[in-house]
């Protein structure tokens, strides 16, 4: 399967890439060798047979290859039975083709060998493939040889020989096997994408056994029908069943009981075989696989759900098929649209012209005045509209009537002279070199020449009525978006070109295969020619009744064959259905997508225009613009009379008011404290108040903020700068060993380099020791970055005119609110501030807050519950109160039928009257509370309100009406109707509900344009139906009647009884059969009579459902060359115009999601950080440290052996589910025997692993707790089976097994990203699922109301009909997958005088609605099967991307965030998720590969990630994703990888960040020089001391008498030794930095130095200690006395310096220690 998919991919990119994958390559690419998987043709220039290497030797051999697959495609038995010259004709072309290659053949050994040599020709794949086809050809021909000579019977399996000379095709097409781009690159791509689809066939797989299992132990057989009582073993016929054919269950409680006169038989035990009865069913585990892919892919899957239905209990048919459908056909599936799109999005990535670029689609010759008019332009398409219209009007009108010259035919010749007149004045103006250079040009002069030919008399209404409705393309061109859409999707050509050509290409290949496969099979006549071949292969590709194809061929070759036949219609349908359709909606969306090189510039103009829109207010607010400003106005009254005061804005006395209050109350507050805090909360509330002044003010503070913030980020960079350069100029790198350096510390250099050049610097130090070529180098990139500097700089233009937008908005509304007093006034009646109003607000926005803070670090703590918290907290409470009333009353309203109606059933009137009676108070509440149309926050401000007041006048309507007599299609009917769309209620409430619906309609532009194009199709092909098969699909009934006048009387129809038996007619028996009268008459779904029917018709098949049928009707009443037309437009409406929704959809959901402009790096950064949201800590505990029992069982269990073999084991215990367990089978025992044994074998592996994890560290994991869980079950059936053996326990083993399946995703890295995968997009899909359920809701109860008793027809039935929402549900389901959905509508139109009208009540007709059903059905089959479904593509597209990417494309790789997880659960001991901040610094240190920090390379990032977690939660505890977080930001290039608003976040807290660490590292750097300073003060202090006393003690002896005390003396000494000691502390900051910046003795010791060992450059280096004091200083001091003299050598010893000196000082220090590279000090400078 994978070298298959592997071949298909390359196929299909060597037919796309054909001189299209060019792009300019630089010399290190060209060097590289170039893709070349093509034949090597060209052989060695000295070879003695010279024409193998002609060029046109070879095009004849591709031409001959393609005669061959002709020649093949003729050769059965069927084609020479009609066209017996045919087999001498395939003979002769063979014997040439034979001998051709074989020439060739032989040419090729003779000059390449053999086998000896590297390029010999059983070493060369192509060589051996040619000389295979040879083969082929030559076994072909001997065939062909015995079948004429009568040897070998035509119809006996050796025509299985030809099988593979069709693979020939590949000789035609192989040239363009060869690429201009690197081989690795497009090898890589084809085996990524061949590994990603072969495990996604896995993952389909395991579900499709999963479900199989599940079928076997929930159904088994299906092989109870009910028979007529005397039906005998062994007689079993036609006439024996109902009609129709009916299951049954034999269990009196559940399923169908056959009605009197039958019983419930199994037709097995009656002598029916396994062919008769069919193969699929749930009997074992092959046929259930088989039966779960038939019904994943929704053809035929509901009748087996009916089957089932009347054979078992109700409940369980609908759960199993219903999840079978969505994992299966919804999700699962979908993954291979994912995988497509993703491989040719890598493409795009990799090759920016990648399909070439796209043309202009004006003309560039200069044209004539009268050319270049917009009045010529609109007069011509106002004339092709006019000529749309006439030929849209044609219709049948009967046999009689002459067609030849009708007006229809005249106009027709009038236009096409117009038209030719007008490519006539074309030529004449632009020329005819001119005219031709256009495209559109040569699509108009086709026209004209296909038309011209079309109005001769013999050739009107024959094919070339395609050129007269082909017309209608040129309206295009009327609407420039529309133009310009078409354009942008079928501009390159040349992709969707290639793609058709491969599609084709692969339906002749298989075609011709299938054909030489079963033509010699007796009693099927699908293959027996290529044309039949051709539309039954073409079936199976639009997986229209392809389950019918395959079931007649089973059937047709026997039980024997079945399997093998089986399989290979199941691997063209899934490579035609899930692989070939996804390739179509892969370049769809790469033609949909933009540019790289765009998307910045988008995002730019995007953020521009949200802007500009929020600076308006909407129309109905800026309404009151309109009016006079009539403020508010006051009269003071208590004033003196000598003098008239004017009156005065209310607003501005109340404010003055206001605050003489606040500052009265200010003053006359009593205490300190107090007075000062009520002022400042008074001064507060006045600023909040006057919104206008802060507004004005918040513009200046801004700037001045931001120039703050320009000039510290300035002076750290410059710093940054020079070190970095100091570093390159150094060449510290130079002795150490070659290391690879992690991602972390190449973005950290990145990021200072790019800093560093942004600031700019001096030119001569950068440019000292370099060449010219490095001094280019960093020109370029210092201009790169002045370049990221402007866009710096625009970003922030853009932020601030969205500050502004905002500012101007409320200032209007502020303006507004003071101007004109009705505005914000609810109803223009409550006031603004009124108590009522107030009161109505709170009880509208009261919600639920369970979010506790950190009364220190204000952070939000996390609670147990807090999940149940947000949901409540999703909407307010009187909302959640209104989704309740709600939901109660659909479920009310889902008791409703034609019987039960709310008009006669008071219980129900019960819910109606509360629904209304709340949605009353619900609506007063919020009206005046926030207004009804003319106010801010009004009920109606969107569509949501508008739809809330439309439900509740509906419903108050109805309420208070509650007609009693509803006429069929009347305006009560009508109100009923549009009373159903009350579940829609919940759209408005919920607010993600409220998001669906914007991501439904935000595209409706793009989904309009799509239907537009679809509409034109369907035109086309409408109007080209009419003229060809007006009136020529009518006949008779009776298939043995001819002629019109012949169809008269009555006949005897048989009935079909049954599609899934296959009983054989025994002789003399007749089908059952009825009398029915002869009627001339149109098929009864359709019709080609006008244009309306034609396009109702296309319609349906559009929607790949009953072209078949038409296909047939058409074939068989008009002719067999007229198929082509339903298979060309089934074509393009199934692989373009189908497709064209999917890739609609998913590029508007991208687009909203803002997905669709972000660029490569950007995605994958938000894939990264959605994948970090899901990742979680290892719940596994450490290895144990000694080497005893427990360590050697942790070895065995975490063994990747041992866990193979588990999975290997839970793999044979679900094969015991391969038949089903019952307690009458004998088999049962043995395998629930069997499956006891695997049940112990896993309580072994649950005790070996308990042991070796203990049980703490065992019940940590989630995965564990499973196992466990599913163990215990085991042991406790164990128990239970050996007790009762009844058929409980052995349903309950098989639930176990199937448990315990489950577990095997979780061993299997792919099964596991892939079950993520589909769950992620189930979580988010939730509320698309839900909106959908909703509006199957709407239709449903709409249906009941339209469609309850509409009589039965061919699939309106028991099963399926709407006499109640739950079966009108079911039916809609149905609809959704597109089972049948057009028969459906067409049961619902039914009309008199096939049914019962009534005239006065609704209920008591069987009638249809022909309108109703029309707009009923095509809108819910639009919205949901073509939108809402292909919603659910896009978030399974979206979360492959997020899972399923590679180590290539993933910015933090598996291994990484493996990696990572194993760190943190060796720091995080007690399995928390969360760790103190300061053993982040530990973590970072035990980081290896691409996250290890080197700290001798990388000390200042370590700083800074260590500090960024400090800040962020002020030194509290941090979360494993908090530090995963940090990682990820600091492992990107945020310049690529982050959204503008987003990057300015992140720069400016790595600013803030840079800036905190300079200062906290100089400021450790000078207590640790304050430190140092003390020590050497008091080691200088004691010297002198010591030196004091000495001389004291000396004077005392030889000048003081002995009587005289020393002590004092002593006591001064010490006094003012002491003072001196605490003098550097008592110093001011400036000082500190004195002793060791300004130090002159350290440059006179450095001669006493230099035998010391040296530091390195940029190592920062104390000043040694001072030398010690002489005796001259001594007695210098002791002549001027104590303190004075002490004060004065302190004063020598510290010099002061000034404060320039002393910046520039402490700027080369910071600069040597961010260049420093390996210091032995380092851990007394990272206070770890």
């Given at each position: 399967?994978?070298?298959?998919?592997?071949?298909?991919?390359?196929?299909?990119?060597?037919?796309?890439?054909?001189?299209?994958?060019?792009?300019?390559?630089?010399?290190?690419?060209?060097?590289?060798?170039?893709?070349?998987?093509?034949?090597?043709?060209?052989?060695?220039?000295?070879?003695?047979?010279?024409?193998?290497?002609?060029?046109?030797?070879?095009?004849?051999?591709?031409?001959?290859?393609?005669?061959?697959?002709?020649?093949?495609?003729?050769?059965?038995?069927?084609?020479?039975?009609?066209?017996?010259?045919?087999?001498?004709?395939?003979?002769?072309?063979?014997?040439?083709?034979?001998?051709?290659?074989?020439?060739?053949?032989?040419?090729?050994?003779?000059?390449?060998?053999?086998?000896?040599?590297?390029?010999?020709?059983?070493?060369?794949?192509?060589?051996?493939?040619?000389?295979?086809?040879?083969?082929?050809?030559?076994?072909?021909?001997?065939?062909?040889?015995?079948?004429?000579?009568?040897?070998?019977?035509?119809?006996?399996?050796?025509?299985?020989?030809?099988?593979?000379?069709?693979?020939?095709?590949?000789?035609?097409?192989?040239?363009?096997?060869?690429?201009?781009?690197?081989?690795?690159?497009?090898?890589?791509?084809?085996?990524?994408?061949?590994?990603?689809?072969?495990?996604?066939?896995?993952?389909?797989?395991?579900?499709?056994?999963?479900?199989?299992?599940?079928?076997?132990?929930?159904?088994?057989?299906?092989?109870?029908?009910?028979?007529?009582?005397?039906?005998?073993?062994?007689?079993?016929?036609?006439?024996?069943?109902?009609?129709?054919?009916?299951?049954?269950?034999?269990?009196?409680?559940?399923?169908?009981?056959?009605?009197?006169?039958?019983?419930?038989?199994?037709?097995?035990?009656?002598?029916?075989?396994?062919?008769?009865?069919?193969?699929?069913?749930?009997?074992?585990?092959?046929?259930?696989?088989?039966?779960?892919?038939?019904?994943?892919?929704?053809?035929?899957?509901?009748?087996?759900?009916?089957?089932?239905?009347?054979?078992?209990?109700?409940?369980?048919?609908?759960?199993?098929?219903?999840?079978?459908?969505?994992?299966?056909?919804?999700?699962?599936?979908?993954?291979?649209?994912?995988?497509?799109?993703?491989?040719?999005?890598?493409?795009?990535?990799?090759?920016?012209?990648?399909?070439?670029?796209?043309?202009?689609?004006?003309?560039?010759?200069?044209?004539?005045?009268?050319?270049?008019?917009?009045?010529?332009?609109?007069?011509?398409?106002?004339?092709?509209?006019?000529?749309?219209?006439?030929?849209?009007?044609?219709?049948?009108?009967?046999?009689?009537?002459?067609?030849?010259?009708?007006?229809?035919?005249?106009?027709?010749?009038?236009?096409?002279?117009?038209?030719?007149?007008?490519?006539?004045?074309?030529?004449?103006?632009?020329?005819?070199?001119?005219?031709?250079?256009?495209?559109?040009?040569?699509?108009?002069?086709?026209?004209?020449?296909?038309?011209?030919?079309?109005?001769?008399?013999?050739?009107?209404?024959?094919?070339?009525?395609?050129?007269?409705?082909?017309?209608?393309?040129?309206?295009?061109?009327?609407?420039?978006?529309?133009?310009?859409?078409?354009?942008?999707?079928?501009?390159?050509?040349?992709?969707?070109?290639?793609?058709?050509?491969?599609?084709?290409?692969?339906?002749?290949?298989?075609?011709?295969?299938?054909?030489?496969?079963?033509?010699?099979?007796?009693?099927?006549?699908?293959?027996?020619?290529?044309?039949?071949?051709?539309?039954?292969?073409?079936?199976?590709?639009?997986?229209?009744?392809?389950?019918?194809?395959?079931?007649?061929?089973?059937?047709?070759?026997?039980?024997?064959?079945?399997?093998?036949?089986?399989?290979?219609?199941?691997?063209?349908?899934?490579?035609?259905?899930?692989?070939?359709?996804?390739?179509?909606?892969?370049?769809?969306?790469?033609?949909?997508?933009?540019?790289?090189?765009?998307?910045?510039?988008?995002?730019?103009?995007?953020?521009?225009?949200?802007?500009?829109?929020?600076?308006?207010?909407?129309?109905?607010?800026?309404?009151?613009?309109?009016?006079?400003?009539?403020?508010?106005?006051?009269?003071?009254?208590?004033?003196?009379?000598?003098?008239?005061?004017?009156?005065?804005?209310?607003?501005?006395?109340?404010?003055?008011?206001?605050?003489?209050?606040?500052?009265?109350?200010?003053?006359?507050?009593?205490?300190?404290?107090?007075?000062?805090?009520?002022?400042?909360?008074?001064?507060?509330?006045?600023?909040?108040?006057?919104?206008?002044?802060?507004?004005?003010?918040?513009?200046?503070?801004?700037?001045?903020?931001?120039?703050?913030?320009?000039?510290?980020?300035?002076?750290?960079?410059?710093?940054?700068?020079?070190?970095?350069?100091?570093?390159?100029?150094?060449?510290?790198?130079?002795?150490?060993?070659?290391?690879?350096?992690?991602?972390?510390?190449?973005?950290?250099?990145?990021?200072?380099?790019?800093?560093?050049?942004?600031?700019?610097?001096?030119?001569?130090?950068?440019?000292?020791?370099?060449?010219?070529?490095?001094?280019?180098?960093?020109?370029?990139?210092?201009?790169?970055?002045?370049?990221?500097?402007?866009?710096?700089?625009?970003?922030?233009?853009?932020?601030?005119?969205?500050?502004?937008?905002?500012?101007?908005?409320?200032?209007?509304?502020?303006?507004?609110?003071?101007?004109?007093?009705?505005?914000?006034?609810?109803?223009?009646?409550?006031?603004?501030?009124?108590?009522?109003?107030?009161?109505?607000?709170?009880?509208?926005?009261?919600?639920?807050?369970?979010?506790?803070?950190?009364?220190?670090?204000?952070?939000?703590?996390?609670?147990?519950?807090?999940?149940?918290?947000?949901?409540?907290?999703?909407?307010?409470?009187?909302?959640?109160?209104?989704?309740?009333?709600?939901?109660?009353?659909?479920?009310?309203?889902?008791?409703?039928?034609?019987?039960?109606?709310?008009?006669?059933?008071?219980?129900?009137?019960?819910?109606?009257?509360?629904?209304?009676?709340?949605?009353?108070?619900?609506?007063?509440?919020?009206?005046?509370?926030?207004?009804?149309?003319?106010?801010?926050?009004?009920?109606?401000?969107?569509?949501?309100?508008?739809?809330?007041?439309?439900?509740?006048?509906?419903?108050?309507?109805?309420?208070?009406?509650?007609?009693?007599?509803?006429?069929?299609?009347?305006?009560?009917?009508?109100?009923?109707?549009?009373?159903?769309?009350?579940?829609?209620?919940?759209?408005?409430?919920?607010?993600?509900?409220?998001?669906?619906?914007?991501?439904?309609?935000?595209?409706?532009?793009?989904?309009?344009?799509?239907?537009?194009?679809?509409?034109?199709?369907?035109?086309?092909?409408?109007?080209?139906?009419?003229?060809?098969?007006?009136?020529?699909?009518?006949?008779?009934?009776?298939?043995?009647?001819?002629?019109?006048?012949?169809?008269?009387?009555?006949?005897?129809?048989?009935?079909?009884?049954?599609?899934?038996?296959?009983?054989?007619?025994?002789?003399?028996?007749?089908?059952?059969?009825?009398?029915?009268?002869?009627?001339?008459?149109?098929?009864?779904?359709?019709?080609?009579?006008?244009?309306?029917?034609?396009?109702?018709?296309?319609?349906?098949?559009?929607?790949?459902?009953?072209?078949?049928?038409?296909?047939?009707?058409?074939?068989?009443?008009?002719?067999?060359?007229?198929?082509?037309?339903?298979?060309?437009?089934?074509?393009?409406?199934?692989?373009?115009?189908?497709?064209?929704?999917?890739?609609?959809?998913?590029?508007?959901?991208?687009?909203?999601?803002?997905?669709?402009?972000?660029?490569?790096?950007?995605?994958?950064?938000?894939?990264?950080?959605?994948?970090?949201?899901?990742?979680?800590?290892?719940?596994?505990?450490?290895?144990?440290?000694?080497?005893?029992?427990?360590?050697?069982?942790?070895?065995?269990?975490?063994?990747?052996?041992?866990?193979?073999?588990?999975?290997?084991?839970?793999?044979?215990?679900?094969?015991?589910?391969?038949?089903?367990?019952?307690?009458?089978?004998?088999?049962?025992?043995?395998?629930?025997?069997?499956?006891?044994?695997?049940?112990?074998?896993?309580?072994?592996?649950?005790?070996?692993?308990?042991?070796?994890?203990?049980?703490?560290?065992?019940?940590?994991?989630?995965?564990?707790?499973?196992?466990?869980?599913?163990?215990?079950?085991?042991?406790?059936?164990?128990?239970?089976?050996?007790?009762?053996?009844?058929?409980?326990?052995?349903?309950?083993?098989?639930?176990?097994?199937?448990?315990?399946?489950?577990?095997?995703?979780?061993?299997?890295?792919?099964?596991?990203?892939?079950?993520?995968?589909?769950?992620?997009?189930?979580?988010?899909?939730?509320?698309?699922?839900?909106?959908?359920?909703?509006?199957?809701?709407?239709?449903?109860?709409?249906?009941?109301?339209?469609?309850?008793?509409?009589?039965?027809?061919?699939?309106?039935?028991?099963?399926?009909?709407?006499?109640?929402?739950?079966?009108?549900?079911?039916?809609?389901?149905?609809?959704?997958?597109?089972?049948?959905?057009?028969?459906?509508?067409?049961?619902?139109?039914?009309?008199?005088?096939?049914?019962?009208?009534?005239?006065?009540?609704?209920?008591?007709?069987?009638?249809?609605?022909?309108a109703g059903a029309l707009m009923y059905f095509c809108s819910f089959y639009v919205i949901i099967a073509y939108i809402m479904l292909n919603l659910l593509v896009a978030i399974i597209v979206e979360n492959f991307s997020l899972f399923y990417s590679t180590e290539e494309d993933q910015l933090l790789s598996y291994n990484d965030l493996r990696h990572f997880q194993i760190i943190w659960n060796m720091v995080d001991d007690k399995r928390e998720g969360v760790i103190p901040t300061f053993r982040v610094k530990f973590l970072l240190r035990l980081l290896r590969g691409r996250l290890e920090v080197d700290l001798d390379k990388d000390k200042l990032l370590f700083k800074h990630m260590c500090y960024e977690m400090e800040r962020l939660h002020n030194g509290g505890d941090v979360t494993f994703h908090d530090v995963l977080s940090m990682l990820s930001y600091r492992s990107v290039d945020i310049r690529k990888s982050l959204q503008l608003e987003e990057l300015l976040a992140r720069e400016q807290l790595e600013y803030t960040i840079e800036e905190e660490v300079a200062?906290?590292?100089?400021?450790?750097?000078?207590?640790?020089?304050?430190?140092?300073?003390?020590?050497?003060?008091?080691?200088?202090?004691?010297?002198?001391?010591?030196?004091?006393?000495?001389?004291?003690?000396?004077?005392?002896?030889?000048?003081?008498?002995?009587?005289?005390?020393?002590?004092?003396?002593?006591?001064?000494?010490?006094?003012?030794?002491?003072?001196?000691?605490?003098?550097?502390?008592?110093?001011?900051?400036?000082?500190?930095?004195?002793?060791?910046?300004?130090?002159?003795?350290?440059?006179?010791?450095?001669?006493?130095?230099?035998?010391?060992?040296?530091?390195?450059?940029?190592?920062?280096?104390?000043?040694?200690?001072?030398?010690?004091?002489?005796?001259?200083?001594?007695?210098?001091?002791?002549?001027?006395?104590?303190?004075?003299?002490m004060k004065s050598v302190v004063c020598k010893m510290n010099p002061m310096t000034d404060a320039a000196s002393c910046g520039s000082e402490v700027k080369k220090w910071w600069t040597r220690q961010l260049t420093v590279e390996s210091d032995e000090s380092g851990d007394d400078l990272l206070d770890i």
């Open positions: 399967m994978q070298s298959a998919v592997q071949t298909v991919v390359l196929c299909l990119l060597t037919k796309a890439n054909l001189s299209m994958l060019k792009r300019k390559q630089s010399s290190r690419v060209e060097a590289q060798p170039v893709t070349d998987f093509g034949p090597d043709e060209s052989l060695s220039d000295n070879a003695d047979i010279l024409w193998i290497n002609k060029p046109w030797v070879h095009s004849l051999l591709r031409i001959c290859a393609i005669i061959s697959v002709i020649s093949v495609c003729m050769n059965t038995p069927m084609t020479f039975e009609h066209y017996p010259p045919l087999q001498y004709v395939t003979f002769t072309l063979d014997t040439l083709l034979m001998f051709l290659y074989t020439a060739e053949m032989i040419a090729k050994m003779h000059i390449r060998g053999i086998v000896k040599g590297d390029s010999s020709y059983v070493k060369d794949r192509w060589c051996v493939f040619d000389g295979f086809m040879v083969f082929c050809l030559w076994v072909s021909l001997v065939l062909q040889v015995f079948e004429i000579a009568d040897i070998v019977d035509q119809m006996s399996p050796w025509g299985m020989l030809r099988i593979p000379r069709p693979l020939i095709m590949i000789r035609a097409f192989r040239i363009y096997f060869r690429f201009e781009l690197p081989r690795t690159r497009i090898t890589n791509i084809l085996k990524r994408s061949g590994e990603q689809i072969w495990s996604v066939s896995i993952f389909l797989l395991f579900f499709l056994l999963l479900y199989g299992i599940l079928g076997v132990q929930m159904f088994g057989t299906f092989t109870y029908h009910c028979v007529v009582n005397d039906t005998k073993p062994g007689n079993v016929t036609w006439n024996s069943l109902a009609i129709p054919d009916t299951h049954c269950s034999p269990e009196l409680e559940e399923g169908y009981q056959c009605p009197p006169g039958f019983k419930c038989m199994d037709l097995e035990d009656l002598g029916l075989s396994r062919q008769e009865l069919g193969y699929s069913g749930f009997n074992e585990i092959g046929t259930s696989i088989f039966t779960v892919y038939e019904a994943a892919s929704q053809e035929g899957w509901v009748f087996l759900m009916y089957r089932a239905i009347d054979s078992f209990p109700r409940w369980r048919s609908y759960f199993y098929f219903i999840t079978l459908i969505f994992f299966l056909a919804w999700l699962v599936k979908n993954v291979f649209i994912a995988v497509i799109i993703e491989t040719f999005a890598e493409i795009r990535v990799q090759f920016q012209q990648m399909w070439g670029s796209r043309s202009s689609t004006t003309s560039t010759a200069t044209t004539q005045k009268m050319m270049r008019s917009s009045v010529f332009h609109m007069f011509i398409l106002s004339m092709v509209t006019v000529d749309v219209i006439v030929a849209a009007s044609n219709y049948y009108k009967g046999e009689n009537f002459r067609r030849q010259y009708d007006e229809f035919y005249l106009a027709e010749v009038a236009f096409t002279v117009l038209f030719d007149l007008e490519a006539l004045l074309k030529i004449w103006c632009l020329g005819f070199t001119g005219y031709i250079s256009s495209s559109l040009h040569k699509f108009e002069l086709l026209l004209v020449i296909g038309t011209t030919l079309h109005v001769y008399p013999d050739l009107y209404h024959s094919q070339f009525t395609y050129f007269q409705v082909l017309r209608v393309v040129r309206l295009i061109k009327i609407s420039p978006a529309l133009e310009d859409f078409v354009y942008k999707i079928f501009g390159p050509g040349k992709k969707l070109g290639s793609l058709v050509v491969f599609t084709a290409s692969l339906l002749i290949v298989m075609s011709a295969i299938s054909l030489q496969m079963f033509c010699f099979v007796e009693e099927l006549d699908r293959f027996t020619t290529f044309p039949r071949a051709f539309m039954s292969m073409f079936q199976i590709l639009t997986q229209e009744g392809w389950v019918d194809v395959m079931d007649q061929t089973l059937n047709a070759v026997g039980h024997m064959w079945a399997p093998v036949v089986a399989i290979y219609f199941i691997l063209y349908h899934l490579f035609a259905t899930l692989i070939l359709l996804s390739l179509f909606v892969a370049v769809i969306l790469d033609n949909l997508e933009l540019d790289e090189d765009l998307k910045k510039l988008k995002q730019l103009k995007q953020s521009e225009a949200n802007a500009d829109t929020k600076e308006k207010l909407p129309l109905r607010l800026r309404i009151f613009e309109k009016f006079p400003n009539r403020p508010q106005m006051v009269k003071i009254s208590k004033l003196p009379s000598d003098f008239t005061v004017p009156k005065i804005r209310e607003s501005f006395m109340k404010q003055f008011i206001d605050r003489q209050q606040q500052d009265t109350c200010c003053l006359l507050r009593s205490l300190p404290t107090t007075s000062s805090s009520s002022c400042d909360h008074s001064k507060r509330s006045a600023i909040e108040d006057n919104k206008y002044i802060d507004q004005k003010l918040r513009k200046s503070v801004f700037s001045i903020r931001a120039r703050n913030l320009l000039e510290k980020e300035t002076a750290v960079t410059k710093i940054l700068r020079a070190c970095t350069r100091q570093r390159m100029l150094s060449g510290s790198f130079e002795g150490q060993p070659a290391k690879e350096r992690s991602i972390l510390s190449v973005q950290h250099h990145i990021r200072q380099e790019r800093r560093s050049l942004r600031h700019g610097s001096n030119s001569q130090r950068i440019s000292r020791g370099k060449s010219l070529e490095t001094l280019t180098q960093d020109h370029s990139n210092t201009v790169r970055y002045r370049n990221a500097q402007r866009e710096d700089s625009e970003i922030k233009m853009i932020q601030e005119k969205k500050e502004q937008a905002e500012m101007k908005r409320k200032v209007q509304e502020e303006e507004l609110r003071e101007n004109h007093p009705y505005f914000d006034k609810p109803l223009f009646i409550v006031g603004r501030e009124h108590r009522f109003r107030n009161f109505c607000r709170v009880v509208v926005r009261a919600r639920f807050n369970a979010s506790k803070t950190d009364p220190v670090t204000g952070a939000v703590k996390n609670t147990k519950y807090h999940q149940l918290y947000d949901l409540l907290g999703l909407v307010t409470y009187l909302d959640w109160v209104m989704i309740i009333v709600t939901i109660c009353s659909c479920i009310s309203m889902m008791f409703e039928s034609p019987f039960r109606r709310v008009m006669h059933a008071p219980t129900l009137q019960i819910a109606e009257y509360v629904f209304v009676i709340f949605m009353s108070i619900e609506l007063n509440l919020k009206i005046m509370a926030d207004g009804l149309f003319f106010t801010p926050t009004a009920v109606i401000r969107d569509f949501g309100g508008v739809m809330d007041i439309f439900i509740y006048l509906v419903s108050l309507i109805f309420l208070c009406w509650m007609p009693q007599n509803v006429p069929a299609e009347s305006g009560a009917q009508l109100l009923m109707v549009l009373r159903c769309l009350r579940p829609l209620r919940i759209f408005k409430l919920v607010p993600q509900m409220r998001k669906v619906v914007r991501e439904l309609f935000s595209g409706f532009k793009e989904i309009f344009l799509v239907s537009i194009l679809l509409l034109t199709l369907m035109l086309v092909f409408a109007s080209f139906g009419v003229q060809l098969f007006a009136g020529k699909l009518a006949k008779c009934n009776d298939p043995n009647i001819i002629r019109r006048e012949d169809c008269n009387g009555i006949f005897r129809i048989n009935v079909s009884v049954s599609k899934n038996l296959n009983l054989k007619l025994r002789p003399g028996e007749k089908k059952p059969g009825f009398w029915v009268p002869r009627v001339w008459a149109n098929p009864r779904n359709f019709n080609f009579d006008n244009v309306g029917n034609a396009m109702l018709a296309l319609f349906e098949v559009l929607s790949l459902k009953g072209w078949v049928e038409v296909r047939d009707v058409i074939i068989h009443r008009v002719g067999p060359i007229h198929g082509i037309y339903i298979h060309v437009f089934v074509f393009l409406g199934c692989m373009i115009g189908l497709t064209l929704f999917v890739g609609v959809v998913i590029a508007n959901f991208n687009e909203n999601k803002g997905t669709a402009l972000l660029t490569v790096d950007q995605r994958r950064w938000e894939d990264l950080k959605s994948r970090l949201k899901i990742a979680q800590p290892l719940h596994l505990p450490p290895r144990p440290d000694n080497d005893g029992f427990r360590a050697k069982m942790y070895d065995i269990t975490q063994h990747p052996f041992f866990k193979r073999t588990i999975a290997l084991l839970v793999l044979a215990q679900s094969v015991l589910l391969s038949v089903k367990w019952d307690v009458e089978d004998p088999v049962t025992v043995p395998l629930a025997t069997m499956s006891v044994v695997f049940t112990f074998i896993f309580v072994l592996e649950v005790t070996m692993k308990i042991i070796a994890m203990s049980p703490a560290g065992f019940w940590q994991s989630r995965r564990n707790r499973y196992d466990l869980l599913v163990t215990s079950l085991g042991v406790v059936w164990v128990v239970l089976h050996f007790a009762l053996l009844n058929a409980y326990t052995y349903m309950m083993g098989a639930c176990v097994i199937v448990f315990r399946f489950f577990s095997i995703c979780g061993k299997h890295v792919t099964l596991k990203m892939l079950l993520l995968t589909v769950v992620v997009s189930m979580y988010k899909s939730f509320f698309i699922i839900v909106g959908m359920f909703l509006l199957l809701l709407c239709y449903a109860f709409a249906g009941v109301v339209l469609f309850g008793t509409v009589k039965y027809g061919e699939n309106i039935n028991r099963h399926a009909n709407f006499s109640s929402a739950g079966k009108a549900i079911t039916v809609l389901f149905r609809i959704v997958t597109g089972e049948d959905w057009n028969k459906i509508m067409h049961d619902c139109m039914v009309q008199p005088p096939f049914c019962t009208p009534d005239e006065f009540t609704y209920w008591a007709t069987d009638c249809g609605n022909y200062k906290q590292t100089i400021r450790m750097w000078l207590k640790k020089c304050l430190k140092r300073i003390r020590a050497k003060q008091q080691q200088s202090c004691s010297i002198i001391h010591s030196l004091r006393e000495s001389q004291q003690q000396e004077l005392s002896r030889f000048l003081n008498p002995p009587s005289i005390e020393t002590t004092q003396p002593s006591e001064d000494t010490n006094a003012n030794s002491q003072d001196n000691s605490m003098q550097p502390e008592t110093s001011s900051q400036q000082q500190l930095l004195s002793p060791t910046l300004s130090d002159r003795g350290g440059s006179r010791q450095d001669a006493a130095d230099a035998g010391k060992p040296q530091r390195k450059f940029g190592q920062w280096r104390l000043p040694s200690a001072p030398k010690p004091i002489s005796h001259s200083v001594s007695s210098v001091n002791l002549r001027f006395g104590g303190r004075t003299t």
